[in-house]
């Protein structure tokens, strides 16, 4: 057992420590991003796209904001209705990991039950700013 222990401590201490400090230095000092940036890469990369969230249902994404204070929220249509899903949970993009027939035959059936001018009606009237 401590064979292990010596060994995850020599793995932390000269591999994924320093890693994790020059991933750091790259991203937040350097280059600037904040969790804002990262949110917005995500949302310009996956934006119109049906995606899947934990709560094991299927939503598409329209984008995200940060008017509130206390957190980013994604902005996204389920059952007619506009939500807005805090960004601290993930979400995994369906468009690659179906195949192309039965994502856009899935796509397609969501246009049809939920489509989009009424979500953007509902932005327009709960005054949400969509980045």
């Avoid at 969501?110 to 969509?130: D, G, M, S, T």
Wanted: hydrophobic content about 35%; proline content about 2%.
């Amino acid at each position: 057992m401590e064979k292990i222990v010596e060994k995850y401590k020599f793995y932390w201490k000269y591999w994924e420590q320093p890693k994790r400090k020059i991933h750091s230095l790259i991203f937040r000092d350097i280059l600037k991003w904040d969790n804002a940036t990262l949110i917005q890469y995500e949302a310009n990369k996956h934006r119109n796209e049906l995606v899947y969230f934990t709560p094991n249902a299927v939503f598409r994404l329209l984008g995200w904001t940060d008017q509130y204070d206390d957190d980013y929220y994604w902005i996204i249509i389920d059952s007619f209705n506009v939500r807005l899903y805090s960004c601290c949970g993930g979400f995994m993009w369906l468009k690659g990991k179906l195949s192309k027939h039965d994502y856009y035959y899935s796509d397609y059936l969501f246009e049809l039950n939920y489509p989009i001018k009424h979500a953007f009606q509902q932005i327009k009237e709960r005054n949400i700013i969509l980045k």
